[in-house]
């Protein structure tokens, strides 16, 4: 009797391995069958982009959800490409869930598109395409492809860190600069000890931001706080194509008998991204200063009477007191304002 008994339990044991194999088979295959790509549609093919029109919404795209054969929440990120390149350049925008309706402001579409290296001024051609996905185990799906021709226009555009160097104050966050709107960003940012951690937004607000996934890695309204690698000014590269950033040094302070640290060590300055000019104010004595670059003579400049010359005399301080002192790299010139 406990014989049979055994067997019967070893019977149904088995039914139910089986019976689990099965629903495991049906999973896999799933989904890899009955997949719906998303369709896209763009109100119009053909836009010139100016200055004038940058303001106003240019574009509106209609997407159809793809229809994974079951209930689960999809990521759709639309990607810009080269005609005919095969998306090997690509700039790629999230759609924000649920949204089946988009509009992009020319300032929206031509930072898009100068971002993949063509000129301003001139007709280029651009496939568009929805990506649509659930996650890295089920194949990703493409729409078909859409076209569009535009004309972009030379711009400038910035990011702003908003973060803890300046105690997330959303007005106070430094600017990081694209001179041509080409999606990479530089500027220069000072990092105090323990407060190196912001976000990058497109905006002195929070309405869109991009956060870190790893060290070096960007993402558009995702990822946790970035954080800088080490205290001390810090040069930033933002590339919103490739969605990385990096950092290097890149200081200017002064030095010499009229400073507070005579000539043993540098008193750093502070970088005005906005006005690209680098900014001190600082008790000086009688004496003499000169400029250097990341605490080093290889890179350092003298000059007399506001005009700077690279490994030049050591400007003279009259007399001691505080001043506002400018060092402007791109006129070759320095001041010092006595306050």
């Known amino acids: ?13 088995m039914v139910a391995f089986q019976s689990c194999k099965k629903d495991e088979t049906r999973a896999i295959l799933a989904s890899g069958e009955g997949i719906q790509p998303a369709s896209l549609s763009l109100d119009k ?28 929440a999809v990521t759709n990120v639309l990607q810009f490409g080269l005609k005919g390149d095969n998306f090997k350049t690509v700039k790629e925008v999230v759609i924000p869930s649920g949204r089946t309706a988009l509009g992009f402001t020319g300032y929206e579409l031509n930072s898009y598109l100068l971002a993949l290296g063509v000129p301003t001024g001139t007709v280029s051609e651009f496939d568009v ?22 004309i972009p226009f030379a711009s400038t555009s910035y990011l702003y860190a908003i973060g803890a160097y300046e105690d997330w104050v959303e007005a106070n966050a430094e600017s990081l600069i694209s ?5 990479i960003y530089t500027g220069i940012i000072n990092f105090p000890e323990g407060k190196l951690t912001f976000k990058l937004t497109p905006e002195r607000n929070w309405s869109n ?22 205290a001390g000014n810090l040069e930033l590269e933002v590339n919103t194509t490739a969605n990385t950033i990096s950092y290097k040094d890149h200081s200017w302070g002064i030095i ?26 600082v008790s000086l004595t009688a004496g003499e200063i000169k400029f250097r670059k990341n605490r080093d003579w290889g890179t ?8 700077l010359a690279a ?3 050591n400007i003279a301080v009259a007399s001691a007191g505080t001043y506002d002192i400018v060092l402007n790299l791109n006129a070759n010139t320095y001041t010092l304002t006595k306050k």
């Not at 009797?1 to 044991?13: F, Q, S, T, V």
């Not at 000539?263 to 906005?274: E, I, L, P, S």
């Open 1 to 13: 009797m406990k014989i049979r008994h055994y067997i019967g339990i070893l019977l149904l044991l």
């Open 45 to 72: 093919n053909d836009i010139a982009l100016s200055k004038d029109n940058a303001g106003d919404t240019v574009l509106h795209l209609s997407v159809v959800p793809a229809d994974f054969g079951f209930q689960a």
């Open 129 to 150: 395409r929805l990506k649509s996905s659930i996650n890295s185990k089920i194949t990703v799906v493409y729409s078909a492809l859409a076209g569009l021709k535009a």
């Open 179 to 183: 001179p041509t709107s080409n999606g």
């Open 209 to 230: 931001s991009y956060g870190e996934t790893e060290p070096g890695k960007i993402v558009y309204n995702g990822g946790q706080d970035i954080k800088a690698p080490r």
């Open 256 to 281: 010499g008998s009229a400073s507070p640290k005579g000539w043993d060590a540098d008193t750093d300055m502070k970088y005005d991204n906005a006005n690209q000019v680098w900014k001190l104010t």
């Open 300 to 307: 350092n400049f003298g000059g007399a009477n506001g005009t």
């Open 311 to 313: 490994g030049g005399a």
